[in-house]
């Protein structure tokens, strides 16, 4: 009872809210499809890649490294909020600029998607600041206003597309509003949260600057390489393919993440519990348990949707985009691979090791150039999905080989069953299980076998 409830402890709020925000994406994501239409679709994903790349640049990898002293040093709560409001505005300003005057340019897009860049650019300082300030709580273990941010994030952009479609007003600039309104208003909660819950005091970190950078580059070169990853399809896609494609391609995205709330919670709660851990065993036997649950409710769930893609991808979002299909398919599996390398990232990054993860994530970018330039001028959007499915495994070998050395485990010793991490009293209908050796048992707090 004692191993459940640490591992339950903080999870189920997480799950709750992720599956929320999870649900309302979905559902704006079914209504822009229906009422934009692929190319226009296509259209407003173009301008909203874009803006989370920028944003991605913007955070510098500040966020983890924010949540990792804030639960280290509590104390000195001040100085990095402060860091966190000098980045957002200089740095964040900086790009907004740039994205308003230069990449459009540079890039070549459509008119259309080139005027909504540039007036758009101008929620970068936000998106900047609410994600560094979220994981100034998020560090302080304060799981709750964290999730009831993310709740508001998620909720408010839906009910502005419901308003925007109700009235009748269905363009793409209209819902560019909405999410514009959303990203302002989000900022300035999660600011208030932070200082209600807090206590922050400005005050410069003098000795904090150095770490705080040092981690974040580390994380840095993690994040933008996951992200391109992830994105990497998308971002070429809005330059050398038609705006209908790309809606496909957009569709076929949005439901394979239909399990990303439950990766995402679990990769939320992990970080913490590791970067609070008395050492690294204890931080190993929390990445452990939630790497294996990630794995076994993903894999049965994700061969569920597979099955039921013909049917359900119409239904959600019409005919007009069954191409979408067979390409949804490839990302669902691509998003199993996806979700645990998130766990799995978070927990080499609690364990102190941020430049792991940048590493393996390197390597799958690697392999997502490489593949796109093969596939995506014969395959389209099949092949974009093949790559992405194809770094993603890439990068869960790299991050899985780190894990084990991180934490002293053999090959042997992570593929071995671990009913444990369902089952925490090693029973089930009163036989006993012992697969799990002595050393694995130490880092899951289980009684060593004698």
């Known amino acids: 009872m004692k191993i459940q409830g640490r591992m339950t402890r903080g999870l189920p709020g997480t799950l709750a809210s992720t599956i929320i925000v999870g649900v309302a994406g979905a559902c704006a994501g079914i209504m822009l499809a229906r009422t934009l239409g692929p190319e226009r679709r296509g259209e407003m ?20 490294s924010f949540a990792y002293f804030a639960g280290k040093e509590p104390k000195r709560i001040g100085g990095l909020w402060l860091l966190s409001w000098l980045v957002s505005i200089l740095w964040g300003g900086l790009l907004a600029l740039f994205g308003a005057l230069i990449l459009p340019e540079a890039l070549h897009l459509s008119p259309v998607v080139s005027s909504y860049l540039r007036w758009m650019a101008v929620a970068i300082p936000f998106m900047i600041a609410t994600n560094q300030q979220a994981h100034l709580l998020l560090g302080s ?5 964290f999730n009831l941010l993310r709740i508001y994030g998620g909720v408010s952009y839906t009910i502005g597309v419901a308003c925007v479609a109700a009235m009748g007003w269905p363009t793409v600039r209209n819902y560019l509003i909405a999410y514009l309104c959303t990203q302002t208003s989000a900022c300035m909660i999660t600011s208030s949260a932070v200082i209600w819950r807090l206590r922050p005091v400005f005050a410069w970190p003098r000795t904090l600057v150095r770490p705080v950078f040092a981690y974040g580059l580390k994380s840095f070169l993690s994040s933008i390489a996951s992200q391109v990853n992830l994105r990497m399809d998308q971002l070429i896609m809005t330059s050398v393919m038609a705006s209908d494609q790309l809606g496909l391609y957009a569709v076929a995205v949005s439901l394979s993440g239909m399990l990303a709330p439950l990766y995402n919670a679990l990769a939320m709660v992990v970080f913490p519990r590791i970067a609070k851990a008395e050492n690294i065993e204890a931080g190993g036997g929390q990445a452990l348990r939630h790497i294996y649950l990630a ?9 569920l949707a597979i099955l039921l893609m013909p049917w359900v991808l119409p239904f959600l979002f019409s005919k007009d985009y069954s191409g979408a299909i067979f390409p ?3 990302l669902l599996v691509a998003a199993l691979f996806q979700g645990v390398n998130s766990v799995l990232g ?3 990054r609690g364990l102190g090791e941020p430049g792991k993860p940048a590493l393996s994530e390197g390597l799958g970018l690697v392999v997502t150039v490489a593949l796109l330039a093969l596939l995506l001028p014969p395959l389209g959007i099949l092949g974009a999905a093949i790559a992405s499915l194809c770094a993603y495994f890439v990068v869960a070998l790299a991050q899985v080989a780190f ?6 485990l053999s090959w042997r010793e992570l593929a071995t069953p671990r009913w444990q991490v369902l089952v925490p009293n090693n029973k089930i209908f009163g036989m006993r299980f012992d697969f799990a050796s002595n050393r694995i048992r130490r880092l899951l707090g289980l009684p060593v076998a004698e």
């Open 45 to 64: 994903a173009a301008v909203i890649v874009w803006l989370n790349a920028l944003t991605l640049i913007g955070n510098l990898g500040l966020g983890f």
């Open 141 to 145: 273990n304060a799981l709750v206003e």
């Open 295 to 303: 794995a076994l409710l993903g894999v049965p769930t994700t061969v």
């Open 328 to 330: 949804a398919r490839i």
């Open 346 to 348: 978070n927990s080499l």
């Open 403 to 408: 894990f084990r050395q991180a934490v002293g």
